[in-house]
């Protein structure tokens, strides 16, 4: 066991020059343990009948071998399951804010609507002149490099697309990987499409030029911004929990027929106008939702 000792401060002392970890040649050496402490038992039993001497063992002494021993099966169960290589892993790398590649789709001439399906986490959404969709991420990847971090973010992370008639369907491939946590997509899509939104968490929404109509089913907080001089009606259906606000004004109409009743969540419609109202932006929101429309 001493050889055990001095074994063990050498390798720590080299690993601490050579900046070095020296997990691994643990995990992969900790039998010789056992093979050690067999052998010095041995020896001192050999080394007592010479000196007429006896090697004796207390109940303490044969709890702290069995004790060794169980551990040491323990130790490879949880190596043999790969748990000491998550520790590895973990212990050697780092987490790194990654912004992914950009990945493009097109968009075809006869393409009139968009109807895309937000993913379970935070999404912009920005228009401008183009007849294409754009997408990228930001995700945390834990890695032993930010280049092998931005590979593994790289490597889930996908923006899917398929077209029925004049309709455009856009939907988010989430990253598969343990070591991946996407935190937020943006996407470019064209300005003169119209488009149907429907999303789960939140959303932002920056149109420079409003050329298109909105539609969006919302679970999530949405912050919208529109240009100064749009011409657009925003409708919203909301209840008492939900929070209006932004750089406009809204107007109350009174509770629809299907929800009127005496409770507090009885829906209603609140619309903002601007400008010639030639442009519309219908919004279905969720209890407990907020809505924020500021003028660029």
């Known amino acids: 066991m001493g050889l055990v000792l001095i074994g063990t401060g ?26 050690l402490l067999g ?42 399951i790969g748990v000491t290589a998550k520790i590895n892993d973990y212990l050697t790398s780092h987490e790194y804010r990654i912004r992914t590649s950009t990945s493009e789709i097109a968009v075809e001439p006869e393409v009139e609507r968009l109807v895309i399906s937000a ?13 294409k969709i754009s997408s990228y991420s930001y995700a ?22 398929n077209t029925s008639g004049n309709t455009q369907f856009i939907s988010f491939q ?21 488009v149907e939104l429907h999303n789960g968490d939140s959303v932002q929404i920056y149109t420079y030029v409003l050329d298109n109509d909105w539609k969006i089913a919302s679970s ?3 912050q919208i ?11 919203a259906l909301v209840d008492e929990s939900n929070t ?26 609140v619309q903002v106008e601007l400008g010639n109202e030639t442009q519309s932006m219908d919004i279905a929101l969720d209890s407990g939702s907020s809505i924020l429309v500021n003028q660029l």
């Open 10 to 35: 050498l390798g720590l002392f080299f690993a601490k020059i050579n900046n070095k970890a020296i997990f691994d040649a643990v995990v992969r050496w900790w039998p010789l343990v056992f093979v």
């Open 39 to 80: 052998l010095e038992v041995l020896v001192l039993s050999f080394w007592g009948k010479d000196n007429n001497s006896l090697v004796k063992y207390d109940i303490f002494s044969i709890f702290i071998i069995l004790l060794i021993v169980f551990c040491g099966l323990g130790f490879y169960s949880l190596e043999g």
């Open 119 to 131: 993913p379970f986490c935070g999404l912009k959404i920005q228009t401008s002149e183009t007849n």
């Open 140 to 161: 945390l990847a834990r890695a032993d490099s930010q280049e092998a971090a931005k590979n593994l973010a790289d490597k889930g992370t996908e923006l899917m697309s």
């Open 174 to 194: 989430l990253p598969a990987i343990e070591n991946v946590q996407t935190t937020e997509y943006t996407i470019i899509i064209p300005q003169n499409i119209d």
């Open 220 to 222: 999530g907080d949405l």
């Open 225 to 235: 911004f529109i240009p100064r001089q749009a011409d657009l009606t925003i409708r």
């Open 244 to 269: 209006l606000g932004g750089s406009v004004t809204w107007e109350g109409t009174e509770t629809t027929e299907e929800t009127a009743d005496s409770s507090n969540n009885a829906k209603k419609v």
